[in-house]
């Protein structure tokens, strides 16, 4: 086979990457796809792994344990462990040799999950040699392994590109990652209650560029925090606000950070439960924001938060927060007064604000997909303002209206009056839609809708 055909191949797998299943499937086609789909498996083994099945755990250790050499085997029987015989045949491929994601919290919880955490050193020794490079670094709690310390890290670790790792970090496992740390884009920190190491200011502060930040706490629920390392935490990542694209963030900031960021495009906020003012928000200007993901974060300075952009906005998600009429009437105005670039939107839309909603639909000529939530309306009038007044682009609706149910006739009149229009893709958590399911089927096999479905459990403006 050619080498082009081969990278065809190649970039037609690695869209399926997050497929498990269909890549699966096509490993035993032929030798050629399966030299081509191994490597992609194996970039990120991890992430195929599911919390309830042990299984699947137990078989990706038991291919891991099967590179061991002899020497790391001699040395896990001499503690005291006999591996099983089949263990012993050497793998077909050097999976490793593909892996660029080190989850050491994954490897961690399948060797503790199958009773055999004496090996743990033995498997970090396997992964971290001078032949394999990786680019993602995960590092769990309570973890004193020095691996900067193991033969070949330096070429192991020297294209790292995102960390992971808690802030009650070990200072021996700190100091390792300092040093190696230099090349990271991406910081990925869980911040404890208490016994923060303070010293993780200096790996902040360690990369030359750093695009993404998510800063997340380890007990949610819980509103008291160790306010004096957060300040620290928050200014040490000042010193990055000109690189600084993405951030998340899921408690309210102690210090004005978001007003550095200037060049921020994606802002991701968390309340977790608490009824905080995010008073914090309230004078900020992002004048490149183009994603806005929050959840249970006031409107109020969420309204003026959208103010402060430049009209770069243009997906924007507001989750799970109670508000009143007025309040809910003020975020859609000024949606559509300050983001003309719109292209999705999930948002509660009162329905004493529905022809708010045909303003919004009217001014914002990009969008491609609304999503509503908690939501009850009169169904006629919110059926008519979308094919009265949708953008040509707008073909893409979720409505997780729950306790709001649809009658048939509602249904029938916008399908009836969608046509000519490009078909829908719908989704609904309404299952008491299932009566209707002939009348969907009429309206499938006239065109009218591509996808029709009662779940709601994929990404927010995911709809296939």
Known sequence: MSKLNRDILYLIFKELRNDKKNLYSCLSVNKTWCEI???????????????????????????????????????????GIDLPTNLYKKPLFNYISF???????????????????????????????????????????????????????????SEIEFLSCNTSINDNVLIGLIKMCKPIK??????????????????????KKLFNVRLLNNYALYLNHDESFCKIIENSLIKHSNTIKYFKITKQPITGILSYFINLKCLELNGNY?????????????????????????TKPLTSLIENTNGYLNEIIINDIPHDDIDNKRIIQIIYKKCPKLKYLKLEFKNSNILELNNLLINCHYLNGLFFINSKFDWNNLFEILIKSSPINL?????????????????????????GKHPLLLLFNQKNLEQYSDLIEKYKEEGIIKKFDYNLCNEDFKWI
């Open 99 to 157: 892996c660029r994601h080190l989850n050491l919290n994954a490897i961690k919880r399948i060797i503790i999950n199958s009773g055999k955490k004496i090996i743990l050193k033995e498997i970090i020794y396997l992964f971290i040699n001078e032949n394999t490079k990786f680019t993602h670094l995960y590092i769990p709690q309570q973890f004193n392994h020095q691996i900067h310390l193991i033969p070949g890290a330096e070429i192991c670790f």
């Open 186 to 207: 991406e910081l990925e920190l869980y911040i404890n209650i208490i016994n923060n190491n303070y010293k993780i200011s200096e790996l902040i502060e360690t990369p």
């Open 395 to 419: 073909f893409k609706f979720k409505f997780d209206t729950i306790y709001d149910n649809i009658e048939k006739d509602s249904l029938k009149y916008f399908f009836n009056n969608w046509k």
């Open 274 to 298: 608490h009824k905080l003012a995010w008073d914090c928000l309230e004078n900020v200007s992002l004048p490149f924001l183009q994603i806005l993901k929050t959840i249970y974060v006031s």
């Open 37 to 79: 789909i191994i490597p992609i498996l194996w970039n990120n083994p991890w992430k195929y792994l599911n919390d309830d099945n042990n299984t699947n755990e137990k078989i990706l250790l038991d291919k891991i344990i099967s590179h061991l050499s002899d020497e790391s085997r001699n040395n896990i029987k001499k503690l």
